[in-house]
């Protein structure tokens, strides 16, 4: 991303920092790591009065106390007013920043439970790509923290909650989500049926949720609704997703809007009719164990070419990868592949050979062999310099989110994609498509397990 992004405790809305996809990490969220209480005394609230702390929620044998709640509020309120942008009613954000807290608490125990660790060497690799994502050398990136009130510790904690929580997900909802051969013959079908030979559609969409839980019922349901109906014509009147943020602001705090391109069969399953069969400015309502999700279709495309009989461009490619770290710096990353090129050009060794001594890359052992390659199977920073290679050059010393990279092309060809990969394309869209409604539900089994008395 080109501008400067901080770093928020909980408003994904406000602060993505577009790794979560590529490194299985989400932007830090609001929720501090598994505490007892804090002895910090006099917390301040948004007044600056002095209060006597005090807990305002117990996540099992757990609790959050009214300091941490107040940090949290009170470091969203900064930053929502240096954006410009409203502030939601208070009583409402402590109620959001609390139930995520407490989430995210009770996420904490589950994987402390399960034995979830995760070592120093990662945490500090994660720090340096959230501050590259950023665009800034992990010393600035530290510092800018410091400014918005977030010491180098507490960043860190953070980081290591944020990757245990990815872990936990992966180990309790993405290894259980099953994608059976029936369901893989399906969707082939239904592509085919629907005439998707040649390019992937995808709609550009907006997604406001109003929560309202299954078991809301009088006039908590009944006022959900109508302000789901009120958003529902504010759509259709044609008002900007910022337009209605200003009237509503708390629905920023649920990270929705507009949710940009995206392949239909990669939305939940729950807004697929809709979004895959409406057309530009159609809106719906649809509701859902969390709530209803007021849902408007901006517009509809012809994606990227799909994986299907269509022939693409593959180019075999190989590389050497080094991660700058706590025991190598960016500058040594960058002497080693120097050198390494060198070898390379003078002849006294094969790519081979330099990948298997040099390499940080599961593909090392294999001579940093990367097979075919399709579009947008890489980063766009290593797709970007493998498409400027003729067949046989070698790139130069080059980074992106992951380190260092030279890559070499050893060949292209225009194919089909294979049948084996045109299932294994199929089966990650279908695990996409489960994949948030498996969380989510998984999420709400975690509650009804987890005693919590809240206080606030």
Do not use: C
């Not at 299932?423 to 994949?435: G, N």
């Amino acid at each position: 991303m080109k501008h400067i992004q901080y770093w928020l405790f909980a408003i994904t809305a406000f602060s993505v920092l577009g790794i979560a996809q590529a490194q299985g990490m989400k932007a830090p969220s609001a929720n501090p790591p598994a505490g007892k209480l804090s002895s910090e005394l006099g917390g301040s609230g948004a007044s600056g009065k002095s209060t006597i702390d005090g807990i305002v929620a117990v996540v099992n044998t757990d609790i959050i106390t009214r300091s941490e709640l107040n940090r949290q509020v009170a470091l969203i309120e900064r930053q929502m007013s240096r954006r410009g942008a409203p502030l939601p009613d208070r009583i409402e954000l402590r109620k959001q920043v609390l139930d995520r807290m407490v989430m995210d608490r009770a996420q904490l125990q589950k994987a402390e439970e399960l034995g979830i660790r995760i070592d120093d060497t990662q945490i500090e690799a994660a720090m340096a790509r959230v501050a590259d994502q950023n665009g800034l050398p992990l010393e600035d990136f530290l510092a800018r923290l410091q400014e918005e009130g977030v010491s180098p510790a507490r960043f860190r904690e953070e980081v290591r909650s944020e990757i245990t929580l990815g872990r936990l997900r992966e180990r309790e909802v993405e290894a259980r989500i099953q994608v059976s051969d029936a369901e893989i013959q399906n969707y082939l079908a239904a592509r085919t049926k629907s005439g998707a030979t040649a390019n992937k559609p995808e709609v550009n969409w907006i997604q406001l949720l109003v929560k309202a839980p299954n078991d809301a019922s009088g006039n908590a349901l009944s006022q959900a609704r109508s302000k789901a109906e009120a958003i529902e014509k504010e759509l259709k009147e044609g008002k900007s997703v910022e337009d209605i943020l200003k009237t509503k602001p708390e629905l920023a705090i649920e990270g929705t809007g507009q949710m940009g391109w995206s392949g239909y069969d990669a939305v939940p399953s729950l807004f697929n009719e809709f979004l895959s069969k409406s057309q530009a400015n159609a809106v719906q309502t649809v509701r859902s164990p969390n709530g209803f999700h007021v849902l408007k279709v901006l517009g509809r495309r012809e994606g990227a070419a799909a994986l299907d009989n269509t022939p693409v461009t593959q180019t075999r490619a190989r590389h050497i990868l080094i991660r700058p770290g706590p025991d190598i710096t960016e500058a040594e990353a960058k002497r080693r592949l120097n050198f390494a090129l060198e070898q390379l050009r003078g002849g006294a060794a094969t790519f081979d050979t330099l990948a298997k001594r040099y390499s940080q890359d599961g593909s090392a052992a294999k001579g940093g062999d990367l097979g075919w390659l399709y579009p947008g199977d890489t980063v766009p920073e290593f797709e970007r310099e493998m498409n400027q290679l003729a067949t046989g050059n070698v790139s130069p010393v080059f980074q992106s989110r992951f380190g260092f990279h030279i890559i070499q092309v050893v060949e292209r060809r225009q194919q089909a994609a294979s049948e084996e990969r045109q299932r294994q394309a199929a089966r990650q869209a279908i695990r996409a498509s489960k994949s948030e409604e498996s969380y989510q539900e998984w999420l709400r089994q975690l509650r009804d397990a987890t005693f919590i008395e809240i206080r606030l």
